[in-house]
């Protein structure tokens, strides 16, 4: 049988924008659902900030395995054991945050590969395959290839180091958590300040050299997301279900207010 396929991966490699949305709140299959529907092509499942419980992220990642589009799994700082039992049940892809060395994306491709590239256990990783695994050693090689390592580079120190992250092999992608990053440098919220510029172009530059895909998170000012797009960003947090929600919801309840008033200026049974 055809082996699995990591559709934000596959995006990727053909040099396309890959756009996520991350989730926090929403828990059920029908998430990924309407992610596809939106247009997005993975979703951001975060397991750091959010609620989600394991058998919840394997709904979820089987869910938008079906729908063509990409699971990938925020887990908590460190937590690789969790990591490699959220791959094991389905998820595409790992982001580890607050990568801040070589040592720490060096011991996320240990625990996440398997041998030769890694020391991951195999447990049969039957959900990726249709519960139709083939033999250990291919189904080892072909999850190798098709499983999405995310470093988040989040901290002054990740910037400084950024170069040497970028050159441990087995990382696939370094993705810049803007909001954290600039909290870090001092200038919360200050995405378009010299500072944030810079750190975002060292990392563009460090993942340039060293054949990593550059990511982005935490910007979502339309106009400076696009400019970084245009720099090089192609794996794209665009934001969370509870911001598109609200964003929506806020401008619909504007408008039926508006109706509301005009609607009170007007007598319902005039004489």
């Known amino acids: 049988m055809a082996g699995p396929k990591c ?37 951001a499942l975060d397991a750091e900030h959010g609620c989600f419980s394991l058998p919840e992220i394997s709904d979820l990642c089987l869910a938008a395995a079906g729908c063509g589009i990409s699971g990938i799994v925020r887990i908590t700082r460190g937590d690789l054991g969790f990591a490699a039992r959220a791959l094991d ?31 991951r256990g195999y447990g049969g990783s039957g959900a990726r395959f249709g519960f ?6 291919e189904a080892m090689a072909l999850l190798n290839r098709e499983t999405m390592l995310v470093a988040l580079v989040e901290s002054a120190k990740g910037i400084e180091n950024v170069g040497r992250i970028c050159a441990v092999e087995g990382v696939d992608a370094v993705f810049v958590g803007a909001s954290d990053l600039c909290i870090s440098l001092g200038i919360p919220g200050q995405f378009e300040s010299a500072a944030f510029i810079s750190a975002f172009e060292m990392v563009r530059d460090a993942c340039a050299e060293h054949g990593k895909f550059l990511g982005l998170g935490g910007v979502y000012d339309d106009a400076m997301t696009r400019n970084c797009v245009v720099k090089g960003a192609r ?23 508006e109706s509301v008033r005009d609607g009170l200026k007007t007598p319902l049974c005039p004489s």
């Open 235 to 257: 794996l794209v947090a665009a934001g969370s279900e509870q911001s598109f929600f609200l964003t929506s919801a806020r401008k619909r309840v504007e408008i039926l207010n």
């Open 7 to 43: 559709a934000a991966l596959s995006r990727l490699r053909r040099g396309e924008v890959c756009l996520g949305v991350s989730f926090s709140l929403l828990r059920g299959p029908p998430a990924a659902q309407l992610a596809k529907a939106a247009g997005f092509h993975w979703l």
């Open 89 to 119: 049940v389905g998820a595409d892809g790992i982001i580890a945050p607050m990568v801040e060395d070589a040592d720490e994306a060096q011991a996320l491709v240990q625990a996440l590969r398997y041998p030769p590239q890694g020391a």
């Open 132 to 137: 139709m695994p083939p033999a250990a050693h």
